[in-house]
């Protein structure tokens, strides 16, 4: 099998890959809202069952099942892991006033990007591999959440324990904007700085009053500076609030702090400083709360190898990859973190993530799917 064969037969599936995005992205899916969530999710694993693939229901109360497809396992080598989320940022609808409409060769419409295109391009590799006759050198197990947008509370669990089996991670969410895979990616963290003062009438006895506002002042400082360039860390008190009214000391307040680190030793430099903030205002009582909940996503020697050899493979057809960092979290960090190669961002070309203009190129659907086909016949 030649590669622009690859090439051309994913472009023989271009129409279909889209009417199918099209009909992914009709069905609202919000992370958390079971009901959305599942309505797709069992029309997914129908369509993996079609696609030849075992497939495998794990329920989640807290929110949408998860789905496991294995497919090709007839071999005994570890699988590829296939990635990916079908829970979108988007509230029930958002389709009323964001439509799934063409534009160009733009697809707009929520979940497209954010990683709905994915899914379809999956797909079209599967149903290639599958009336070419060609086997795979190795299974390919699909893992898709219901809770990435979320921070994946209910599958990380999963994702690590299927990580551990499988030879490399294939992620399918979004590129870098210039198209680049996904080599990198800062850990993500999430605190709460609570202070607790004591409540005074501000006319008649300030004195007695403790300000938790003024305390929260300091610490939001203190926070900031945390911030630090070089080491690509940054700190971003992004939510206080407190007090009650204008004429009380206030008793209470809070920051919500999100934190990002280029590496497992600086998120751990991070965390420890802000774990160990301690009031000044005397009498303020500070707590801290919090952790990463993504562990950075370094690039190791192996997760460079991988690219080197995912770039040879897209030369073969005619593609040029490139790679980059973001600053982003996804499940890609908890693959990488247990050691797993990980080649994230290998989704479609377009833009606007978590936004209204959110689109993607939908001449890039067959390119895109045909690497990934590419991927999962050579790696
Ligand atoms: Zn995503």
């Known amino acids: 099998m030649d590669d622009p064969t690859i090439l051309e037969a994913m472009r023989r599936k271009g129409t279909s890959i889209l009417a199918e995005l099209r009909a992914f992205a009709s069905w609202e899916t919000p992370s958390g809202d079971k009901a959305a969530v599942d309505h797709m999710g069992s029309r997914v694993a129908a369509r993996w069952t079609e696609l030849g693939g075992a497939v495998e ?6 929110g949408g099942d998860h789905l496991i497809g294995r ?14 989320h079908i829970d979108t940022v988007w509230p029930l609808g958002t389709l009323a006033r964001m439509p799934v409409v063409g534009y160009g060769d733009q697809l707009r419409g929520p979940g497209v990007y954010d990683m709905k295109a994915g899914l379809a391009m999956l797909h079209a590799a599967l149903e290639w591999l599958r009336e070419s006759a060609i ?14 947008e979320i921070g994946s509370p209910t599958s990380r669990g999963l994702i690590e324990s299927l990580a551990r089996e499988s030879a490399h991670a294939l992620v399918l969410e979004p ?15 999430r605190f709460t700085i609570r202070v607790e003062g004591r409540a005074a009438h501000a006319g008649v006895a300030p004195e007695q009053g403790v300000s938790a506002i003024l305390e929260l002042a300091h610490q939001v400082i203190r926070a900031h500076d945390l911030n630090d360039a070089a080491a690509g860390t940054t700190v971003n008190v992004g939510v206080v609030r407190g007090g009650t009214t204008s004429n009380v000391v206030p008793a209470e307040a809070e920051a919500v702090v999100d934190v990002r680190a280029t590496t ?3 998120a751990k430099v991070v965390e420890r400083a802000l774990l160990s903030l301690r009031p000044i205002t005397p009498g303020a009582k500070v707590v801290v709360e919090g952790g990463f909940n993504r562990p950075p996503m370094e690039r190791t020697p192996a997760i460079a190898a991988l690219f080197e050899q995912a770039a040879e493979i897209g030369l073969g057809l ?9 600053g982003g979290g996804s499940d890609g960090n908890f693959t990488a973190a247990i050691g797993l190669p990980t080649l994230d961002g290998l989704g479609a070309f377009g833009g606007g993530a978590h936004a209204d203009h959110e689109h993607i190129l939908i001449s890039s659907l067959p390119e895109r799917a045909a690497l990934l086909a590419a991927l999962l016949l050579k790696l």
Do not use: W
């Open 57 to 62: 229901i794990v329920p989640n109360e807290r």
């Open 71 to 84: 497919f090709f396992g007839e071999s005994d080598a570890p699988p590829a892991l296939v990635l990916g």
């Open 135 to 148: 086997r795979p050198p190795r299974p390919i197990t699909a893992l898709f959440t219901a809770d990435e």
């Open 175 to 189: 590129p870098l904007a210039d198209g680049g895979l996904k080599t990198a990616r800062k850990g993500v963290g």
């Open 264 to 266: 497992i030793a600086a």
């Open 318 to 326: 005619g593609l040029k990859l490139t790679e980059g960092s973001t």
